[in-house]
Structure formats: structure tokens, C-alpha cells
């Protein structure tokens, strides 16, 4: 688990990626790249009392710093290209998601995300 890139947003929001890739096979890799996605938690905004209240359930529900993990996984990498692939799924994730993560309402709809999984009861089939 090796962080090889960091990346801080407009709002706050830290990025941090970490390589998880591992060679499976003779020449061929699992490239897989952890994401972390981690934002404090008293920086959400406490302007009106339904902000004050929210930041508070989510600062006593989530704890101080919000934290989501994502994984980008390719299989069957070579090891020449391990790290022209590791490299383009960052890229990729950067190009597609950085745009939508950064925005302002994006903390808070990545806080009442993790509230609505946090409140409903883990259900097993």
C-alpha cells in the first residue's frame, strides 16, 4: 500500500491515492488503486440551524473527518504498462469525478450519503 498521489480539491475535499496492485500471474497484474476521499467534518457550513443540526448528527454519526474509499481495478496488466495503466485509471477517475467532487454541494451530498447507509439496518439475505 503505497501513496503516490494526493490531490486536494476546491472545496476541501483530499484525494489520496494508494497502489494496491499485486502480480497474480507469470507477467500479468491486478492493477488496483484505492481512493480516499476524506473531508473534516467541521468544515461543513453551521450558517442556519438546519445546518448547525446537520453538521452535528454527521460530526456525532460519522466521527471528526468523513472518510469513503473507492477502488479502480484493471486485470490482466503487463508489468511493461503497470504504470501507464495505474496512471490512466487516476487520470480517468480525476477527469470524470474531480469536476462533480468538487463542487461545493458535494461534501454535503457525500455526508448524507453515508447518513442514509449509517441510519438504515444492514440487511441479510
Known amino acids: ?71 479502480l481495478e484493471r486485470m490482466a496488466v503487463p508489468t511493461a504498462s503497470v504504470t501507464q495503466v495505474r496512471d490512466n485509471l487516476v487520470d480517468d477517475f480525476l477527469q470524470h469525478s474531480a469536476v462533480y467532487l468538487a463542487r461545493p454541494a458535494a461534501v454535503i451530498s457525500l455526508v448524507q450519503a453515508e447518513l442514509t447507509a449509517h441510519r438504515s439496518p444492514r440487511r441479510y439475505v
Do not use: W
Open 1 to 71: 500500500m503505497t501513496t503516490f498521489r494526493q490531490e486536494t480539491l476546491t472545496n476541501g475535499l483530499c484525494l489520496v491515492f494508494r497502489d494496491e496492485s499485486n502480480r497474480y500471474f507469470g507477467d500479468y497484474h491486478r492493477v488496483c488503486i484505492v481512493v480516499t476521499l476524506s473531508f473534516a467534518l467541521a468544515g461543513l457550513p453551521d450558517n442556519s440551524p438546519e445546518e448547525a443540526s446537520f453538521r452535528a448528527e454527521a460530526i456525532q454519526k460519522l466521527g471528526e473527518t468523513l472518510v469513503v474509499t473507492r477502488q
